[in-house]
Structure formats: C-alpha cells, structure tokens
C-alpha cells in the first residue's frame, strides 16, 4: 500500500504531461522571410564594401570592375589614427552626444509630463506648435540658429553643438506619449502619500519607462553622433571639430586615400553599433508597447 501511495502521485502526474498538448515551436520560414532577407541584403551590402575598401590598399580600391582585396592590411587603421587628431574628435563627438542625450532625457520627459498631466490654457495649442516644427526642415532654421548661438557667444565652440539638441520636439512628442499610457492611479497613490509632482515623476513614473528612455536616448545619440551639417558651419577649429566632420580632412581636393577614409569611417562606426546592439530589445519593446509607426 505505501508503495503504491508513494508511486500514485508519480503516475498521475505522468499522466498529466501526457495528456497536455506537447509546446512545439514552428521552425519554418515565414513566406515574409523571402522579402525580408533579400532586403537585409541590400541594407547591409554598403556597410559590408565599407569594411572590405578599409583593409584594402589603395590600388585595389581603384580597381574596375571592384573585387575582393588580396589580403588585410590593417595599416589602414593606424593611418587613420595618425594622420589626423582622431582621439581628439573622438572625444568630442561622445561630450556632444552624451550632453545632448542627458539634456532630451531631462528635458523632454519635464515637457512630455506637463503636456500629457498638466492642463493650462493653450496646452493643447501650444503642443501641436511643437508638433508642426518636425515638419519644419532643418535647413530653413540652420541661419537663425547660427544666428543665435553666436549672440550667446557659442560659435566655434562644443556648447554650439550641444545647445540646439537638448531637447527635441520628437522627444517631448515621446515622452508624451508614453506618459499618457500611463495609469493615473499611479500617481494618484502617490499623491496620497504626500508625494508632489516632481517627486512622483522621478521616483515612480521614470523607473516605469525604461523601456522609453533607452529608445530616446539611441535615437538622440545616432542623431547627434552622425551629424554633419551643423557642426560644418557652427565650428571652425580643428580642435572642436567632431567625428564627422573630421572625417572630411581625409579627402583631398584632387585625390582621396578611400582605405584611410573608410577605416576612420568604420572607427567612427563601432560605437554606434555597439549601443545599437546593447539598446535594441529596449527599443524594440518600446516601439511595440506604444504602437508608434
């Protein structure tokens, strides 16, 4: 009898797996994935001819019709270091993003909360203000921003770069929009407790939205990092002079050394695919919870 009390459990319980559908995951390709992957391919072809013209020399890159190099030369890089203040643009570039990703997480989560839980007069009127500058080209405001920056005497300088990108009518747009998903019962519990308006942003409802902020921060960081255009007209000096616009001392009036170019380009690359790769599940997740498109 104990044995059969101690084996009655054991077979029940076979029973049981037995009788629950087995969880099999579908290892078949998806008929989307026929579209998908050729489109990898073609995203990825410039990216993949970046790399191969950084470790060939510069008689292969010059080469018609372009083919494989006949081995790595790795020279390339070290040229790039060494033919220009690499280090110093290098660090330029990461004081410029860094100060504006900390600016757009400031910033634009105090905007996207007040626009979302505070109700003045002309709120509604004044977001959709901030709404229809993203359909304003940078191009139209780039001389008025110049303009600016040097009545607050920043020409020429990395506050110049850091200035017009501490926050973004896209982040407050955001922010603003994940903060209305946002249950009011959570700050109404805190209200309760005593809690204002700042307190319950920063200890309750920021920690809630990581999800979020890691998508602003990716996106602020790629947009600032690869920018071109304003540092070329906001900066003089070679000493305040960012990645991007380092780059372009590289190319020569009449000629252009393409495997020193592409090795710096692929250098100026690394960081932006690395926080790419560590961000992405949080960007995805954000993306997906929203629905934004």
Not at 98 to 126: D, M
């Amino acid at each position: 009898m104990a044995d059969t009390a101690l084996t009655r459990p054991s077979r029940l319980a076979g029973v049981h797996e037995a009788g629950r559908p087995p969880r099999t995951r579908s290892r078949r390709p998806s008929p989307l994935h026929l579209l998908l992957v050729p489109l990898s391919v073609v995203m990825l072809a410039p990216l993949g001819w970046m790399v191969l013209l950084s470790i060939s020399t510069e008689r292969e890159s010059r080469r018609f019709p372009p083919g494989l190099p006949g081995g790595i030369h790795w020279q390339n890089y070290t040229t790039a270091w060494s033919q220009g203040p690499f280090g110093h643009w290098l660090l330029n570039s990461t004081i410029v993003s860094v100060s504006c990703v900390v600016g757009n997480l400031v910033l634009c989560s105090l905007a996207g909360y007040a626009f979302a839980r505070i109700r003045f007069f002309g709120s509604r009127l004044l977001f959709i203000g901030v709404l229809a500058t993203l359909m304003v080209p940078f191009q139209i405001v780039m001389l008025p921003t110049l303009i600016v920056m040097h009545h607050l005497h920043l020409t020429d300088t990395l506050g110049a770069l850091i200035a017009p990108n501490l926050a973004t009518p896209f982040g407050v747009f955001l922010m603003r929009q994940f903060f209305t998903a946002v249950p009011k019962e959570l700050e109404e519990a805190a209200r309760i407790d005593g809690a204002g308006r700042l307190r319950t942003l920063g200890r309750i409802l920021l920690p809630l939205m990581g999800p979020t902020l890691a998508t602003l921060s990716v996106l602020t960081f790629l947009n600032v990092w690869n920018d071109f255009l304003w540092p070329l007209i906001a900066v003089q000096s070679p000493g305040n002079m960012t990645i991007q616009l380092g780059l372009q001392s590289f190319q020569g009036a009449h000629q252009t050394n393409w495997p020193v170019l592409m090795a710096g380009t692929v250098t100026s690359q690394i960081p932006v695919l690395v926080l790419f790769v560590l961000a992405q599940r949080f960007f995805v997740r954000s993306i997906a919870s929203s629905g934004l498109k």
